[in-house]
Every structure is written in structure tokens, then in C-alpha cells.
Nanobody, 124 residues
């Protein structure tokens, strides 16, 4: 089992940057695929991107491709979401997620573990 804690959210102006962190407990963290999702009130949780068990394989939603980058440090049991060129439409609660496969972590219905979320607000 793994527990996830996000940090790094906040208020930023459009065009700015933020880096979110997802710290995980558990000695087997390197065996999990990790993803970031986001959610705004009244909408379904949206997939942002994932990093696979082999840490150099990433996949992003079209809406963030080229602006967001996911990386992981297995020694620190932490996954990062670097967000650049932020837009007001990026405003959401961002969640870290972990599962045993790339497939499961990419769909909010099949994610095994969730963090508590961190608010990101981008002002225009």
C-alpha cells in the first residue's frame, strides 16, 4: 500500500510556473505508475499526465503537452509536476494517483491510490 501527499499548489499569474510534489510512503514506490489528475467543481476528474514504472516514459493530455512535465525521484519517493506557461483554465485541484500499471493509473475509475489534492489557481 502507498500513501500520497501533494504539495506546492498556490496562486500564480497567467504565464507563470508552479511545481507540484507528490510524496509517497511505502518502500515499493518504484513499482507504481504515477499520474496527475485535476478537477474543477461540477466536472469529472481529468487526466493530466503519467509517468510509468520505468521513469523515463511519460504521457500527457493534449491540453498540457509542451507545458507540463512529470518526473520522479524513486530514492526520495517523490513525483513532480512542473507546470509552465500556466493558463486560467489550468485552475483546479490537482491530485496525485498511483496504480500498478500505466493503464490503471490513466483512468480515474481504476486508480488504486489517491492523494488529498492541492489547489492551483491561475489568475488572468
Amino acid at each position: 500500500q502507498v500513501q500520497l501527499v501533494e504539495s506546492g499548489g498556490g496562486l500564480v499569474q497567467a504565464g507563470g510556473s508552479l511545481r507540484l510534489s507528490c510524496a509517497a510512503s511505502g518502500r515499493t514506490f518504484s513499482t507504481y505508475a504515477v499520474a496527475w489528475f485535476r478537477q474543477v467543481p461540477g466536472k469529472e476528474r481529468e487526466f493530466v499526465g503519467r509517468i510509468s514504472l520505468s521513469r523515463d516514459s511519460t504521457y500527457y493530455a493534449e491540453s498540457v503537452k509542451g507545458r507540463f512535465t512529470i518526473s520522479r525521484d524513486n530514492a526520495k519517493r517523490t513525483v513532480y509536476l512542473q507546470m509552465n506557461s500556466l493558463k486560467p483554465e489550468d485552475t483546479a485541484v490537482y491530485y496525485c494517483a498511483a496504480s500498478y500499471s500505466d493503464y490503471d493509473v490513466s483512468n480515474f475509475r481504476t486508480v488504486h491510490y489517491w492523494g488529498q489534492g492541492t489547489q492551483v489557481t491561475v489568475s488572468s
